[in-house]
């Protein structure tokens, strides 16, 4: 099913369209799910991602004044030749987006990071049916155990800044 896909060093590649997604390394065309370094790294020629995502690159990268950024609005299309790219609400940090990949009549699914409870933080996630779902786990390993939601708001609530 999957002939269009590909992990090269860079990283994840989508030959039809030319780009890639999360790259590890600086390419011509990334289109980045959300402003975590380890997705979003400085330096890519042309970057496709949400307003809030550019946001914290440029604050996380000041230097990268450069770079051509497109910031298409959630569910609004944009194109790489014949393939449509959509970006939809991931619910992982303010901004972050699944990729939603439509070429050749299959529908692809980049997560990126994702959170499915509801986070007054960030935009909700948005379920969307597709053929080929791209995912990662990286916190649903059984080693970490997250503690309760209420406990840790409880402490940023108690916390008081130092003077
Ligand atoms: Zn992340």
């Known amino acids: 099913m ?6 090269r060093p860079e990283g994840l590649y989508f030959e039809p369209g030319d780009f890639y997604l999360d ?6 065309k990334a289109v980045i799910t ?13 970057v496709w991602c949400t307003a809030a995502t550019k946001s914290i ?10 770079t051509l950024f497109t910031v298409p609005a959630y569910g609004e299309p944009f194109y790489f030749n014949e393939v449509k790219v959509t970006l939809l609400p ?8 699944q990729v939603i990949i439509e070429y050749g009549g299959i529908k692809y699914c980049y997560t ?10 960030c ?25 309760p939601e209420q406990d840790e708001l409880s402490k940023l609530e108690a916390y008081e800044k130092p003077t």
């Open 2 to 7: 999957n002939k269009y896909l590909f992990k």
């Open 23 to 28: 790259p590890k390394r600086v390419v011509q």
């Open 34 to 46: 959300h402003g975590h370094a380890d997705h979003a790294i400085a330096g890519n020629k042309a």
């Open 57 to 66: 690159m440029r604050l996380r990268y000041p230097r990268m004044v450069s």
């Open 90 to 97: 991931a619910g992982h940090i303010l901004g972050s987006a």
């Open 112 to 121: 990126g990071d994702f959170k499915l409870r509801e986070d007054a933080s």
């Open 123 to 147: 935009e909700r996630f948005q379920v969307e049916p597709c053929d080929v779902l791209i995912t990662e786990t990286t916190f649903a390993d059984p080693l970490y155990a997250h503690p």
